[in-house]
């Protein structure tokens, strides 16, 4: 491609994050491309994803602007109206009530599946160039932009370049940007189960000396039960142990786990575990290459956050690109750059190692935090300006 034809922007990852971004700035007016390495499968109603996302608030506004949000949330997003935290080891629950923070819902349970379809098929409508099958091969830095390399095919040349494709970013490596990373020992397991009493619309969440275990609300199963999707976080070999336990078995141990809340549990989909840690560049833009989503940030998963932080990402970052159009100036320049990344690398590793000591605090039987978690939870709980602020901060409104 010629500089003649310079793009304005080329996101590298197909994932959810890269195709917000690529949506939203072409509705900003620019020229986007899109690379990835593969297209996704077709999402069916059929195969739920075993992927889900406890979506909020000011990201279902962010795709709600490029016009995508009504038809993920009328295909499968079930809304959820409360939240309910405790911990085994005793104490008040925290609680979070949609009527209480004067709102419809306070969030949404989407699949993952589900959220990268509609994304993608709104992409050429959008006007973005989708190169797929593509794959970046090196980056030549310009004064006025960046040259990709394609491992095949022509080269693009843009004035951006965004690194959206995961957290083992190819083009964060190309660029030259290191992170930091802490293994957790820990696995997540997820799995689909259907609970023998309602979820009433309900995200639960209890600690657990091991880690948190959270069941998610869904729709409802072909055979009207109420189904959940579970996030159990356990030491490596816990985890692998309850993947190799026979269905009835395994959810026999998550009935007791969960402490027969909603009744017994029966497992009504695989089971599947990944390992869970902590990442974040060192740097979120090296000259007009940018990181965003899991490219710049991986966090532990008990708050439900990590797409919601890269679509925060993508938001703060197309405010950048508007309020320069606005003001009839560059929105490539360094100061502006560096600007969103200083904000974004900021306001993430605080969410981050939040999260972090949060599990550290709630994953341990030790003796003295046994004793200041439960009455911390209660005192959260029984301050409502204080709750307030919390679910304010996770719904980013």
């Known amino acids: 491609m010629s500089r003649r ?15 917000a971004a690529a949506l939203a700035l072409a509705r900003a007016g620019l020229d986007v491309a899109l690379l990835e390495a593969k297209a996704p499968p077709a999402w069916t109603p059929e195969r739920r994803d075993l992927r889900v996302y406890a979506f909020a608030p000011d990201n279902a506004a962010l795709l709600d602007s490029f016009g995508t949000w009504s038809s993920i949330r009328d295909a ?10 405790w911990d085994a080891a005793g104490g008040d629950a925290l609680a979070f009530d949609a009527d209480t923070l004067a709102r419809p819902e306070l969030g949404w349970i989407v699949e993952h599946g589900l959220l990268v379809d509609r994304l993608w098929h709104a992409l050429p409508r959008a006007g973005v160039r989708v190169h797929a099958p593509a794959r970046a091969e090196a980056l030549e830095p310009h004064d006025d932009g960046v040259r990709i390399r394609l491992h095949e095919g022509p080269s693009l040349d843009a004035r951006l370049v965004l690194a959206a494709d995961g957290a083992e970013s190819a083009v964060r490596a190309l660029a030259g940007i290191d992170v930091q990373r802490r293994d957790y020992a820990q696995k997540g397991v997820v799995a689909y189960v259907a609970s023998e009493r309602s979820h009433e619309d309900t995200a639960w969440q209890r600690f657990l000396p091991t880690g948190p275990l959270a069941l998610l609300p869904c729709a409802p199963d072909d055979d009207g039960a109420p189904l959940g999707s579970i996030v159990w976080t356990l030491p490596d070999d816990e985890a ?23 009744g017994a549990m029966t497992l009504r989909s695989d089971r599947a575990a990944f390992p869970l840690r902590r990442q974040l560049a060192n740097d979120y833009a090296r000259g007009r290459v940018l990181l965003l989503g899991d490219a710049a940030h991986v966090v532990h998963p008990l708050a439900g ?20 159009q606005a003001r009839h100036a560059d929105f490539t320049s360094p100061q502006r750059i560096a600007r969103w990344a200083r904000t974004r690398r900021s306001e993430n590793a605080a969410s981050a190692h939040a999260f972090g000591a949060i599990n550290a605090l709630f994953s341990n039987d030790a003796m003295a935090t046994t004793l200041l978690r439960g009455p911390l939870l209660g005192l959260a709980g029984k301050l409502p300006p204080l709750a307030h602020a919390l679910w304010r901060h996770a719904a980013g409104v």
Request: proline share 3%; net charge positive; charged share 25%.
């Open 240 to 262: 692998d142990r309850m993947l190799a336990l026979s269905p009835d078995d395994f959810a026999r141990e998550l009935t007791r786990a969960f402490e027969g809340r909603l």
């Open 76 to 85: 499968r997003a079930q809304p959820y109206r409360r939240m309910h935290v």
């Open 5 to 19: 034809g310079r793009l304005d922007a080329v996101v590298v990852g197909g994932g959810v994050v890269g195709c």
């Open 305 to 324: 956050q990590g797409v919601n932080l890269g679509l925060r990402d993508v938001a703060a970052l197309v405010a950048m690109v508007t309020d320069a």
